[in-house]
Structures are given as C-alpha cells and as structure tokens.
C-alpha cells in the first residue's frame, strides 16, 4: 500500500497545501488539496474520496474533483457520516456557491454521496474501511486495511480524549493531528487539536492501551509554527522511543 501524502498542512500558501492523502492513486481520505495536488490524469485515477468532517481545510476540492469529472463523464464516490455530506451538499455544492454536481450532468453525475456509520466496517474500492469516532466537531478518523492486511488510521482533526479510538484500531502506521506548539496548548485545547505536549501523552495511551507504537506521522501542522512544532515532537518522540517521521507534501509512506 502507497499513502502519498498530496497536502500536509491546515493552511494553503505556495509552498503548503490542506489536508489529504492519496492510497495507491485510487482512494483520497480527505480533500484540502486532491485536485490542487494532482494532475489532471491522475485525478482521473480516484474513485472515491473519504471525508473526516466538514471543514473547509478538509472538503475544499470536493468541489474541484466534481466540476473536473464533469468534463470527462466519470463519478466520484464521496462517503462521510451524513450530517458532514449533508454540510458539503448544503454549504458548498449547493447550486449557490458551485453547482450541485451530485445531480450534473443529468445523464450522468459526477458526484455521487455515500452515507457511512461511525464504528460499522464497510468496503471501498477493495479496501476495508472502519470509520472511528476523534474529538473534533463531527469528526471521525479512518482506518484503512488493504486486502494484504496492511492498515494506517488517519485522525482526522482531533484534540486529546482518543481513549475509546485507540481501543478499535491497531495499524501499522498513524498519521495524528498535531497542529499547534506548546505553547498554544489552551487555544489547541479549545479548538481541539494537539499540541506536542498533548500528542505525547496520547502515543503513551496508545502504548498502554495496545501494547506497542506504530510508525507516527505527525500532520495537520500550521506552516508558519512547523519549526516549533517538529522541535518540540523530536523532544517527545526521544522520550516514549517512538518511530517519528514529519508529513509533507508529496512524500510517500509504504506499507
């Protein structure tokens, strides 16, 4: 399994771009930068995008792949909980601000939304899929398991309080929200992200609570703070001998 990492930030400038991975050119779980990131051939490549929550860091080329698929007769398959579809359909893709491409073109959309359920397993495009609740606002993280048996879970946005997510997943690799310095730990708090600080105690619980560390991928950091950020989580990855490797924008992670 490849997970390009297409965007690794929570903010766009020339050199950063928003959240997303890219698994095997076939399966994006999230949408900051999936068009943005991709040429046009490759986007042609995607089936299907899964979608953590709503915010516009995480959805935004949601509206970009449709209108680009709309060019070339193919549809997009885009699954989240339903009250985050509901938002994209309601906010984003609503015939105001872009049009309504899960019902254009006519003969054939170029969006189609697909409904999931939090904990209930489900297959896409031959992997296995289980969505698990994070602390964010509406947010789940994925994890992804490939007919070999090779698995990574995305958080998604999270803050602290993972407790009952790490007790449903057991990857190989975890690519984790940490979005803030120390130093910004209240505003980390009250916006629910992590911080270094916060990340640390919650790669300690995943210890306790399953019996090892996977590979760690911090990601979602703000650009203009990254070199805090990183001097900070090496100091935390030291200390609990954790496998640590920074997101960035077109590495790739295998599995």
Not at 44 to 51: A, D, F, G, M, T
Not at 69 to 91: C, P, Q
Request: aromatic letters at 8%; hydrophobic letters at 40%.
């Amino acid at each position: 399994m490849q997970i390009r990492v297409l965007g690794a930030h929570n903010i766009e400038s020339a050199t950063s771009r928003m959240t997303c991975l890219l698994v095997d050119g076939v399966l994006a779980v999230d949408a900051g930068s999936l068009a943005s990131g991709l040429t046009f051939s490759e986007q042609e490549k995607v089936r299907s995008i899964l979608v953590t929550h709503r915010h516009y860091d995480h959805v935004k080329d949601v509206a970009a792949m449709a209108i680009n698929f709309s060019f070339v007769e193919r549809n997009i398959r885009v699954y989240g909980e339903a009250d985050t579809l509901k938002a994209v359909s309601d906010h984003l893709l609503d015939g105001v601000v872009y049009p309504d491409f899960s019902r254009l073109p006519a003969a054939n959309p170029a969006l189609t939304y697909c409904p999931l359920e939090a904990l209930k397993e489900l297959e896409v495009d031959g992997y296995t899929v289980l969505p698990v609740p994070t602390n964010h606002v509406a947010t789940v993280g994925y994890q992804v398991t490939s007919r070999e048996g090779r698995s990574f879970f995305y958080t998604g946005d999270t803050g602290p309080g993972l407790l009952s997510c790490w007790e449903r997943i057991s990857p190989e690799l975890l690519l984790i929200d940490v979005t803030l310095p120390d130093r910004l730990e209240k505003h980390a708090i009250a916006t629910k992200h992590l911080c270094p600080r916060l990340f640390g105690e919650e790669l300690a619980l995943f210890r306790k609570v399953r019996g090892y560390l996977p590979r760690v991928v911090p990601i979602h950091m703000s650009p203009q703070l990254e070199d805090e950020i990183r001097g900070e989580v090496e100091r935390v990855a030291r200390e609990l001998g954790a496998d640590v490797e920074f997101a960035r924008e077109d590495m790739t992670l295998s599995l």
